[in-house]
């Protein structure tokens, strides 16, 4: 804070140093900052995706990345502009592009989109790049491909998976109004993923702060005001305090305790509809919910292989953080909102604010590296939602027929429509798929819809189609770039003519 | 690549045609479709209608460019900014298929010129919407002209679409929508308890009474004062409004020393005598915590003392470094150079990393203090060089933003509530919600597959889309719902009305009633584009609704009948009395209009049952309490009408 240093600024210093018009960038980028705020916008202005075929499909999710604002995306196409590429494929200059090179048409009317994104048309073929030149895929930080064919796609799957940086691949295939994508990666670190349950308030587990704070207060000699702008969570905490005393220092266990304790609150207060106390019998399950570690983190700390990244020294130090009394993560700082007055309030908060400060300390110095102040605050903020995802190599599933035929019996139509896309590039679309799980029975209607609309539109690139998945796809490429939210875990399938999509997990 | 590079020579339309089948991709160049709205949906929506083949395509908006638009408004450019939406939109898209005609038109959906005869030029209507007032008008439109429509939506990464047909689903207000928040008029002007309070009373009080039109406010309060709040307060409130003249003064005179003390000037009456004024009201503050009168000098110096605290700059925030309790005291134990921005709501995770996010900062008192005398006189500014006779406030006005950002964070110092970043205030005054390229490609793709289908009238294949943005399941895909027995929009019946309202009369148009009421209908205020409606009001049959239009032959003569009823004239449905069981097949597709006789009601030969005449632009979810909502004026013989709405003896 410069305002600080000076104390006798006049009104026009002042004025010049507060000159708080965001510069253009932040301007443009507005509506979503706010979904994932600047620490996701750094990550997507790092980024580097190469997306491989011009498809309409593939512009449409390229446009929706070099909207937002990525670092640099490059385009890999050899094929020329056909007619039919004219007539759907919005980023190409309409007839005039025809015969020209489909990826240097689509570089140059994407790139008009954003200013800030840097962007290359690569008009190799794929083939020969990966025949001659695999190191050229480690550089990117994303890749997609749109309908690559099989052999192709899975000689780059297998070199990406095996390769130790393992660069995410987005492979999507679609035909008519059917379609399928699958993020492969090894393991995915999320700090922010946005979860939407909230920190503990350790209403049961109290800090000495805490609970001295809300033993001190006199509510006989309060006033009806002050009585009526107590902030639920002391009033939880004492009330939890006398129960202990008389029950072994166990919180409410059954029923009957659980309507007790709600009554004994009720009965503290002064005015039937006193709102603070009606708060705090709304929120009394968080005197008897324990605050404990939740499941998907007791897992992670189990697992003996955490990466050697700062994400792996963080999770570590989390790790050793819950394993000292009284086994919980760090505090908090943030206090939900609640009927009291300012300073009722502020004081709380304040208490919090301390208390998961000091906590924040004690887990740096558990850290096995030093590592930056703000990654580590960013941390200990999301700890309680924070994820390590671990994926599957891409077709996996097709050579798990066990896997295949329980899918098939309880996710018929996602499963069909799946097996007839994987099998839509071979000639005979059911030898294919009886290949991948032998003697299954293909009269269900599921299987004859889907190959039904893949005879039917083989390679058509519909362009309400393309849009869609344009969306889809490049929703899950910012999640995988900015590290935040949780991606879709395996493939997605997408039927438009009955409007549905399904995961089937891998 | 090569087997799925189709190289052969076919046509640009090969793929759309393989797909739709040829009979509906050989109408789609006939099809006149309306996009309203060319927003981060409408962009992406009227380029999935060109791609898809629609050949006549009427593109709607009343907005401009702003730059904050780029980020998912792609057919904009940063040299498109402050130009009609509707208008570059059509120009770029144009571009790319000069066969197709797309005609952009810079205007209001809810403007006159639109009515009914216009709506009924189109086979489909698409809804791009961001307002929800916009949205039932063209719901009530394209209910009475039987025109299928496809309303649509998106906030962040959710998102919905839904394709809507009289009679055959459910329409957009047969199920109520919450209506926006209001907040009391006193809770506003003199007793804010949350940083909202302050940023209304900033956007929507001071900005209007500062820099807004020289009228007398007391209208608000003359209604609270009705509504029975406090007399005293309301009294001192009308007190507060009149000293604001000379400060309007201030601000517009071109005299340099009377213009730059104005910012001073507004300072002082509204942080600092409103204040006192309000403190003596000794009532109103023995429950409440009282504000306190803020110092322009002190705080500039930054000597100002705030509930007990000498606030000279200690560096400390209170973010990072905790106080001891009983020091603290409420917001203003913190020094002024500390922050009064708020902590943990909001993208707070953004504000240490740099990025150029200057406004999610939060600022101080002083801030605060500097920012209102900047925004003030930057505003005055604008009013003396005489461009602007007024302004409002506009979330995309840089100076209106900074004041309102500056003027809420002082009320909320006086008064002990935890200040905002610009940035937060920006989202709260503005009703900003979060957009992004991802979801409304989503959604207008699935839009434009909803139209398809209402086209093809695959009426199975219709689905109410929800995209939900859970890994596990990014769609949920439902069947529509029949249209609500009881709704006020789509269950009345719809006859056209082609009238000249500056002659029709009421009572020509009711021959059977009252012969008191020769009105114009132009003076009930049923002009062109609004609607006539006939409710029974024992209300045991439908409403009849009558939307007014113009002649729908360009050339009808001037001294030709003032209006065209529908032959045959239409009958109102038996009224349901309850909540009935939907019945298990879908109602017919033909109009409900039809010729029948009546066995009572609003038939012509019966004696006059009392009827209500509704004349309404907006429409709500029940009849009864639409009419309820516009408030009802009983008419007694010739007295003057100035409502909406009339009932008729
Ligand atoms: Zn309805």
């Known amino acids: ?506 | 690549m090569a087997p799925f590079d189709l190289s052969s020579p076919m046509s640009r339309s090969f793929h759309a045609r393989a797909i739709l089948g040829p009979k509906l991709h050989d109408q789609l160049p006939n099809l006149k479709v309306l996009i309203v709205g060319a927003g981060g949906i409408g962009c992406e929506l009227l380029k999935n209608v060109v791609l898809a083949g629609f050949g006549q395509i009427t593109l709607l908006d009343l907005d401009t460019i702003d730059l904050s638009n780029l980020n998912r408004q792609f057919l904009f450019r940063k040299k498109d900014v402050k130009q009609s939406k509707a208008i570059v939109a059509a120009r770029t898209a144009s571009a790319f298929n000069p066969n197709v005609q797309i005609k952009p038109i810079h205007g209001d959906v809810k403007d006159p010129q639109f009515d009914l005869a216009w709506f009924k030029g189109f086979d489909v209507v698409l809804n791009a919407l961001d307002n929800l007032d916009a949205r039932r008008h063209v719901n009530k439109m394209c209910m009475a002209g039987n025109i299928p429509l496809v309303e649509s939506g998106t906030a962040g990464y959710l998102g919905q679409v839904q394709p809507l047909l009289k009679d055959r689903t459910e329409c957009f207000d047969c199920i109520p929508k919450p209506t926006p928040k209001n907040f009391p008029v006193c809770t506003i002007r003199s007793t804010p308890t949350q940083p909202i309070h302050c940023i209304v009373w900033a956007k929507s009080y001071l900005m209007p009474q500062l820099f807004g039109e020289d009228e007398d406010s007391t209208s608000e309060l003359d209604e609270a004062e009705k509504q029975g709040e406090n007399a005293q307060e309301v009294a001192n409130l009308r007190r507060e409004a009149q000293a604001f003249k000379s400060v309007r003064a201030a601000l517009r005179s071109k005299d340099k020393d009377t213009s730059s003390s104005a910012a001073k000037m507004a300072f002082q009456k509204v942080f600092y005598h409103d204040i006192l004024n309000l403190l003596s009201m000794e009532d109103m503050w023995r429950f409440r915590d009282k504000p306190v009168p803020l110092d322009f000098n002190l705080i500039q110096s930054d000597q100002f003392i705030l509930r007990g605290q000498v606030t000279s700059a200690i560096d400390i925030s209170a973010d990072s470094i905790p106080r001891p309790a009983n020091e603290v005291r409420g917001l203003d134990g913190r020094p002024n150079g500390s922050p009064v921005g708020s902590n943990g709501s909001g993208p707070s995770s953004s504000t240490k990393s740099g990025h150029g996010l200057k406004d999610q900062r939060s600022l101080t008192l002083r801030d605060n203090l500097a920012l209102f005398a900047l925004g003030t006189e930057r505003l005055a500014a604008r009013l003396t060089t005489g461009k602007e006779e007024t302004i409002l406030f506009d979330k995309d006005d840089d100076d209106t933003l900074d004041f309102v950002t500056a003027a809420a964070n002082l009320r909320s110092a006086a008064y002990g509530i935890p200040g905002k970043s610009r940035w937060e205030v920006k989202e709260m005054a503005g009703n900003i919600i979060p957009a992004i390229a991802t979801t409304n490609a989503i959604i207008s793709g699935l839009i434009v597959l909803q139209a398809l289908h209402l086209l093809r009238e695959a009426f199975d294949s219709l689905r109410n889309v929800h995209a939900q943005f859970k890994p596990s399941a990014p769609l949920s895909a439902v069947k529509l719902s029949l249209p609500n027995p009881r709704c006020g929009v789509c269950r009345d019946a719809y006859a056209f009305l082609q009238c000249d309202p500056s002659r029709v009369t009421l009572a020509e148009v009711l021959e059977d009633f009252d012969d008191n009421l020769h009105r114009t209908l132009e003076s009930l205020n049923v002009t062109k584009g609004k609607f006539l409606s006939i409710a029974d009001e024992d209300g045991e049959l439908e409403v009849i609704t009558l939307p007014s239009a113009r002649y729908r032959e360009s050339n009808h003569p001037i001294d030709g009948p003032p209006m065209i009823l529908p032959d045959p004239l239409p009958e109102p449905g038996q009224r349901v009395k309850s909540i009935t069981p939907r019945p298990s097949t879908p109602p017919s597709m033909l109009p409900r209009i039809q010729k029948r006789p009546a066995p009572d009601g609003m038939d012509e030969a019966q004696p006059a049952k009392r009827a209500r005449i509704a004349a309404s632009s907006n429409s709500s979810p029940r009849t009864s309490r639409r009419l309820e909502e516009d408030g009802l004026i009983l008419i007694d013989g010739d007295e003057s009408v100035d409502e909406d709405i009339v009932v008729i003896d």
């Open chain 1, 1 to 506: 804070m410069s305002f600080n240093e000076s104390q006798s600024q006049d009104i026009e210093g002042a004025t010049t140093a507060i000159q708080s018009q965001p510069d253009s960038k932040t301007r443009r980028y507005d509506r979503q900052l706010r979904l994932w705020a600047a620490t996701g916008q750094s990550a997507l202005e790092s980024a580097r995706v190469l997306v491989i075929g011009a498809s309409a499909t593939a512009t449409s999710i390229l446009k929706n990345l070099v909207l937002p604002g990525i670092g640099h995306f490059t385009l890999l196409d050899h094929a020329t502009v056909s007619p039919a590429d004219a007539g759907n494929n919005f980023f190409l200059q309409g007839t005039t592009s025809i015969g020209r090179n489909r990826a240097e048409e689509a570089v140059r009317l994407l790139s008009e989109l954003n200013d800030n994104v840097d962007a290359c048309a690569d008009t190799r073929n794929i083939a020969d790049v990966l025949a001659s030149d695999p190191s050229y895929f480690l550089g990117f930080s994303l890749i997609i491909t749109h309908n690559l064919s099989p052999v192709l796609l899975t000689r780059l799957a297998d070199l990406l998976w095996e390769n130790p940086s393992s660069t995410p691949l987005i492979p999507v295939r679609s035909a008519g109004f059917l379609a399928d994508f699958f993020v492969q990666f090894h393991t995915h670190e999320i700090i922010e993923s946005h979860s939407e349950t909230s920190p503990s308030l350790r209403i049961d587990k109290p800090f000495p702060a805490l609970l001295q704070a809300a033993r001190a207060l006199d509510f006989d000699t309060m006033d009806s005001t002050d009585h009526g702008h107590i902030p639920y969570v002391y009033l939880l905490v004492r009330t939890l305090d006398d129960w202990k005393a008389t029950h072994n220092g166990l919180p409410p266990q059954t029923h009957a305790d659980k309507q007790n304790f709600k009554s004994i609150l009720a009965a503290q207060k002064r005015t039937p509809d006193q709102e603070n106390f009606e708060e705090a019998i709304a929120q009394a399950y968080r005197a008897w919910t324990p605050t404990v570690v939740r499941p998907h983190l007791v897992e992670l700390f189990n697992d003996v292989t955490l990466p050697s990244t700062p994400f792996g020294h963080l999770l570590a130090a989390l790790r050793s953080f819950s394993e000292r009394p009284p086994h919980v993560l760090p505090l908090s700082a943030t206090l939900p909102d609640m009927k009291s007055d300012t300073e009722s309030y502020v004081r709380l908060q304040n208490l919090y604010r301390a208390q998961a400060a000091e906590e924040r300390e004690q887990f740096r110095a558990l850290l096995p590296v030093p590592l930056e102040n703000e990654l580590v605050e960013l941390f200990v903020k999301n700890a309680h939602g924070v994820q390590l995802l671990r994926g599957a190599r891409y077709g996996a599933l097709d050579t798990a027929p066990a896997k295949l035929i329980m899918y098939l019996d309880n996710l018929t139509r996602e499963t069909a429509t799946h097996l007839a896309l994987s099998a839509w590039m071979h000639s005979e679309l059911r030898e294919h798929v009886l290949t991948l799980i032998p003697g299954t029975e293909l009269g269900k209607k599921e299987f004859s819809d889907a190959f039904g609309e893949i005879v039917r539109a083989p390679a058509a690139d519909l362009p309400n189609v393309a849009a869609f998945l344009g969306g889809m796809v490049a929703q899950e490429s910012i999640k995988m770039i900015t590290k935040q939210y949780i991606p879709i875990n395996g493939y997605c399938v997408v039927d438009l003519v009955d409007t549905w999509t399904g995961v089937l997990e891998s």
